[in-house]
């Protein structure tokens, strides 16, 4: 059984016990929380679609952490300018465990 949801603009396949960084969320570690907005879920061989989203689908999952991605580099260079400039960015992302999924 597995499910598709959707969370901070981004969409997931995620199935019981799955462990995934998603976009940060204003939560504690060990706290539990529900995505409503399931698109697809599989059970058995039978799908079932939502338009967009599936009435009554949830998915539960726990908080594990609260962290931060390792840094990626920008730069940007314009050749015979003598000109190039060196940013870097680190995006923080929630650590969830799936616990459950119901239709």
Do not use: C, W
Request: hydrophobic share 35%.
């Amino acid at each position: 059984m597995y499910a598709v949801i959707e969370t901070g603009g981004k969409q997931y396949r995620v199935e019981n016990g799955t462990y995934l960084k998603v976009e940060k969320l204003e939560l504690g570690e060990g706290d539990s929380i529900e995505f409503d907005k399931v698109l697809m879920i599989e059970e058995n061989g039978d799908v079932k679609v939502g338009l967009p989203f599936i009435a009554g689908g949830k998915v539960t999952a726990t908080v594990l952490s609260q962290g931060r991605h390792k840094k990626i580099k920008i730069v940007k260079f314009r050749r015979r300018k003598h000109h190039m400039k060196t940013m870097g960015h680190r995006q923080y992302y929630t650590e969830i465990q799936i616990t459950g999924i119901s239709a």
